[in-house]
T-cell receptor
Framework: KQEVTQIPAALSVPEGENLVLNCSFT??????LQWFRQDPGKGLTSLLL?????REQTSGRLNASLDKSSGRSTLYIAASQPGDSATYLC???????????FGAGTILRVKS | DAGVTQSPTHLIKTRGQQVTLRCSPK?????VSWYQQALGQGPQFIFQ???????QRGNFPDRFSGHQFPNYSSELNVNALLLGDSALYLC??????????FGPGTRLTVT
């Protein structure tokens, strides 16, 4: 059974800091890994999708890495801004087209 | 290009009642998945529909049922509502299960 863990559960940083969010999964036989952002009471916005054959993906100030063999992924946010405040979730499907298994998320607060 | 839409946005029901939630997938998508998200937790998979049939199901009781229509839109039905069914219900669409795009969710409160 796939289990996804995210550390830390919550993070508060001053504006401008670079930060790293961590995601670990127990079964390395994943097809890809997605990072999502969720604002309070809202739906999920896809940030980055990394294929199992890739090591990292970048979008603007965001960079996600994937190490399948160790069962870990990190989301790096550069020069954080108050608008980055949200919950960040990682999720993995076990197979193509399969259900997503989510972590509980990291609640990020960026203080101005 | 409209993304995934869900209706209603919010609703309040009483224990024992039945509820139907609706989802329209992103244009060009043929697969719809439903998730339940309790407060402070990650979404939990309920089921997935493809070609009008339930393709996968998570660990949810039979009180949770669904349907997919020929235009790929979908409904989630929950019977005999319990207080514990209060949650944010998320619909996600994809093209045959590839990258999933989520809707804004329906907030269900059971009193």
């Amino acid at each position: 059974k796939q289990e996804v863990t995210q550390i830390p559960a919550a993070l508060s940083v001053p504006e401008g800091e670079n930060l790293v969010l961590n995601c670990s999964f127990t079964d390395s036989a994943i097809y890809n890994l997605q990072w999502f952002r969720q604002d309070p009471g809202k739906g999920l916005t896809s940030l980055l999708l990394i294929q199992s054959s890739q090591r990292e993906q970048t979008s603007g100030r965001l960079n996600a890495s994937l190490d399948k063999s160790s069962g870990r992924s990190t989301l790096y946010i550069a020069a954080s801004q108050p608008g980055d405040s949200a919950t960040y979730l990682c999720a993995v499907p076990m197979e193509y087209g399969n259900k997503l298994v989510f972590g509980a998320g990291t609640i990020l607060r960026v203080k101005s | 290009d409209a993304g995934v839409t869900q209706s209603p946005t919010h609703l309040i029901k009483t224990r024992g009642q039945q509820v139907t939630l609706r989802c329209s997938p992103k244009s060009g998508h043929d697969t719809v998945s439903w998730y339940q998200q309790a407060l402070g937790q990650g979404p939990q998979f309920i089921f997935q529909y493809y070609e009008e049939e339930e393709r996968q199901r998570g660990n949810f009781p039979d009180r949770f049922s669904g349907h997919q229509f020929p235009n790929y839109s979908s409904e989630l039905n929950v019977n005999a509502l319990l207080l514990g069914d209060s949650a944010l219900y998320l619909c996600a669409s994809s093209l045959d299960g590839y990258e999933q795009y989520f809707g804004p969710g329906t907030r269900l409160t059971v009193t």
